[in-house]
């Protein structure tokens, strides 16, 4: 049985940083022979621990996670150590972070109350939107003060400082950007049967309200680039849309609704990357369309990347080709084969970055299992679709 190394677990806090310097280092080291073996452009295979698996893991309360700078640096080095001491993917792992204050904190600046159990699962509260649609109850946010603002400026301070107090100035932290889509938000707030009737009974309103989205989406980049001194880092150019997702909006309703929204957005900030959990079959040539900057996609688990394929020229790269966390650790060897020789006959057309082998989440067969079934699928979709 694969037996998990724990060493991560029990490194004094402050020699974190040098034990995952160390690791790093190694993973180069692995990398290099992948490479030396399959050759420098080879397709590499990505994968991460799902956040709901850290809590019962390392034995923490995401909640205090999310509010206490000290837990956060610390949780977030140990993971990293923990990543690089057992799961043979072929992503590294990095030392700068990414502060945190709250699962959709850029929900919470719409005046959207979220809560988190404590495995950090998201707990929506009520917002009055969702029982009129009204755009007089929105409330402009404020940079400093709404929704996990104020959580996320103090740790951002806090996380400086550790960085400073306990290692040195080493790990460089960074304010995260704002790269929800709009519909996304959209039914968050007002529900998605009632977004189903105001299709009906009030279009104007959808249209209304996911500009009101848009445009504070834009707003909030901007007045985080001008609190950091500087301009909009590339990272900023991204939309994350899941409820662009067949059956849930229909082809029609992504040309009248959404794609308008995603020119308001492009026009401010030129979108070079997009992200749909569904399938992105359907508004591929609206989406590349709109964005004319992006000249790659990311299918994700739900998309049927080889009929993507057939669909868009060739020059576009696949930055990534997802696989769903439960194909990595429940498919069959046959059905394995089959998905790798699907993606080397698209890596035949056109270029892949990496595969994103699924999130390494709970499940009822423990994270030992979970991790040794994982290793076993990286291994062998490494063999197979590059050679």
Known sequence: MFALNRSAMSIPRLDLLKALEERIEIKKVENQKNDDKYGKDRIHIYSTLENIALPDLFG??????LDDPELQMEITLRERIFYLDNLRSDNNQPIDIKVKSGIYTDMTVYGMDVTHDTDGVPQFGYHPIAGKADLGLMKPFDFDKTGDMPRLHKNYIGLQNLSNDWYGGKINISFPVFIRGPLDIYVQMRGYENFVSDLGED?????????????????????????????????????????????????????????PVYKIINDAEP???FHTCGDMVPFAHGLLKV????????????????????????GITFSSIGTRNLFTLFSTREQ?????????????????????????TKTHIGIEETIDRANRFFDRMREAINT
């Not at 923490?60 to 996670?65: E, G, L, Q, R, V």
């Not at 964005?291 to 669909?311: I, Q, R, V, Y």
């Open 60 to 65: 923490f309360d995401m909640n205090d996670f």
């Open 336 to 360: 394995q084969d089959e998905r790798f020789a699907a993606i080397k006959r698209v890596a035949k057309r056109r270029k892949i970055n990496h595969i994103s082998a699924g999130a390494l």
């Open 203 to 259: 279009p104007g309103f959808i249209h209304a309200f996911l500009k009101y989205i848009a445009e504070e989406r834009i707003r909030w980049n901007r007045e985080r680039a001008a609190f950091l001194g500087g301009s909009q880092p590339d990272d900023t150019y991204q939309v994350d849309d899941d409820w662009v997702y067949i059956p849930f909006v229909s082809p029609r309703m992504f040309e009248e609704y959404i794609i």
């Open 271 to 273: 979108i070079t990357h």
């Open 291 to 314: 964005f004319p900057s992006m000249d790659k996609l990311a299918p994700g688990g739900w998309c049927d990347f080889e009929l993507l394929d057939k669909m868009v020229d060739p």
